[in-house]
């Protein structure tokens, strides 16, 4: 279709396409009118037709004449409603029709309105700008404002409603969907009485063409009932995700029957006429449906965000299960969690002296990044299995913790000043991990680096030592946008474990660990039980170190690949770096250098911690459908408390806020969250 002139009137349109009898099936007049129309006085408009009945007449007729014989279940069974059953192919569909619309049967509504509005948003949004009495009136002059009761339409209607209840009936009888709502079992499939309702409806239609439901009628009732029964059995489902996982497959299926009866249930709403005026009300309410359907039907941010909302929940509500053991109360807790980071700081310092030794090897750069990885892989698990600390893996779990307590139901009436002074908990919790980290890097580095110049007669980390000292000069080097690079691996990892434990609780793994056959009769039932239990606590802490290794190690040589300057800093190893390239130099440097180096350690720390914390709130406010705006009292409570009690942020202070704060935490942990 060719593009008209933007400057041309609705009147000149009407004179050049309709003073006379049209008898086009050609779309380009009905396209220029629309066009000409929005520009401009809608009022002006009707006044032309009501003092033009021979131009009214004549678009009337062509307007019938372009609509005879064209079916629109395509636009109400198709329009905005998921294609496909997994999420990258329906990204994949969604993005080529964006660039490259599909070929549709011309012989269809879908088809005339893909070619009359190249923006049925922006043609939604004007039609309901529009006074109601003015459309009312609009759609009376074309003749079709009681075309719902019109009985092709009701057949198209009933038909749609049909072909979309087989579609959800055979989707619920998967074995995989039904496993998801095992409260279900004990009671009649309500798919299966909403698709007999259907058909029941259809071949009464067939019978009575001029049936005409109420909202009294016992058949709409049983639908509407239904309906909601199955839309019952989706939310059921969803909320059984937190206790038997889910799948991208299953987040899909149940996303499309969703929006399958939600859909069944609007087409029918259509076809319940009480009174007069509900007839032109319907018909306008069908001609909205069917332009919003189009509209949103290749949407790609409700996709994504339809898509991932339920996935990125429970990656986020089994980090906040694990995230609430990084927040200490007492004492005692928090001299732990320093000893428990110190144990990460020993063992991070020996990998310092490791990947230095690594880089002397002579190899190929995928050598190195091997290499580094399993140095990296390898330590960390060392951390996790030995219980230890790394302070950067906590921001990740303490945000999800964080973002949950925050939106339990059960808190909406919380005293902000305890939730604050949770917050202090969590920061101190952070602090002393920092300083165990640190504090046990910097000396056992140097400590090992020393006994090898002891040993070998020769100082390995001379040669190195320019290097490890520019890199923690933030002004010489990209250190804070390499800090940045390690606190989004940090957020990775987290979703990797969130991930590894959905996945976990959702293909049974522990299960069938225990229930393994070969697995009891060779090394004994208890053996077996004791491996599930290992399994299930430990098996997504490993994944995630490991892979967390992974990234760290193989970034430089990938950037070196590419010829980009990408490295990592994290917070414990800049220390450990310091303390090789201070012994490097033999202790000879000057006061900048030191300085600035020691200056950088914290800095790097405090971007590990900005960027994987943020990342990670942003992920859990999304999950649980929050956002920054609702929790901005909380914020001025937090900067509030911060002024008034500076040192509880940083030092276990007693306070007679401790009880309210652990109690506001341990209800949100024990209750097992229930969003869809």
Known sequence: ????????????????YFSFKNETLSLEPFAEFLESIKRSDFTDVLNFFRNNPDFTENFKHYIHNIFEGRPFNLSLTEANILSENAFFPELKKRILNKVLPPVEKEKTVWYLIDNISLRPKKDLEYLHNLPENEVNEFLT???????????????????????????????????????????????????????????????ELETNPDLQLHSKDSRYKQIKIYTQQCQEFVNIAFKNSSKYGISGKINQSLLKIRQQTERIYEIVKLLVINNDDDVIIKSKQLVFNILSYKSHKNNISE???????????????????????????????????FYKASGGGIIVGALCVLKMLY????????????????????????????SFTLATKQPAMTAATMTKVLSEEGNSKRNNTEFAHLVSKLFRSQFIAFVG??????????????????????????ERSDKLLKDLDPFQSKAILHASIAGFYLFISGIISGNIGNNSVFYQIPERIAKNISIRKLLGAKFAKSLSKYYAKN????????????????????????????DIRHITFA??????????????????????????????????FLVSFGLSMFLAFRSRKLNFGQVSEIYKEIFKYFFNHPFKFFFPLSSGLDKKADDLMSNTMSTKSEDH
């Open 1 to 16: 279709m060719k593009f008209f002139n933007s400057s041309t009137n609705f009147e000149s349109v009407l004179k050049k």
């Open 575 to 608: 220390a450990g770096n310091f303390a090789i390239g201070l012994y490097g130099k033999d202790f000879s440097v000057d006061s900048y250098t030191f300085w600035i180096s020691f200056f950088t350690v914290f800095l790097i720390g405090f971007f590990n």
């Open 539 to 566: 098996w997504p802490g490993i994944v995630s170190n490991f892979w967390f290794g992974v990234f760290l190690g193989t970034t430089a040589p990938v950037g070196l690949f590419f010829g980009l300057d990408l």
């Open 141 to 203: 002059i074309l003749g079709v404002s009681d075309f719902i009761t019109n009985n092709n339409v009701k057949k198209e209607l009933v038909f749609s409603m049909n072909i979309l209840s087989w579609r959800v009936t055979g989707m619920a009888m998967e074995v995989e969907v039904v496993r998801m709502a095992p409260e279900y079992r004990n009671f009649d499939n309500p798919f299966l009485a909403l698709q007999n309702e259907l058909e029941g409806l259809a071949a």
């Open 437 to 462: 980290n640190v504090a046990l890097s910097f000396p056992i580095a140097l400590a090992i680096i020393y006994g090898l110049d002891v040993f070998f007669s020769q100082n390995l980390a001379a």
């Open 303 to 337: 996709l994504i965000n339809d898509s991932t909302r339920l996935i990125s929940h429970l990656i986020t509500n089994h980090t906040a299960e694990t995230g609430s053991h990084y927040i200490t109360s007492t004492k005692k807790e928090y001299m732990k969690m």
């Open 359 to 386: 880089g002397y090897i002579p190899g190929s750069d995928f050598s190195h990044a091997f290499l580094y990885s399993m140095n990296y892989a390898m330590g960390f698990v060392m951390i996790y299995l030995m």
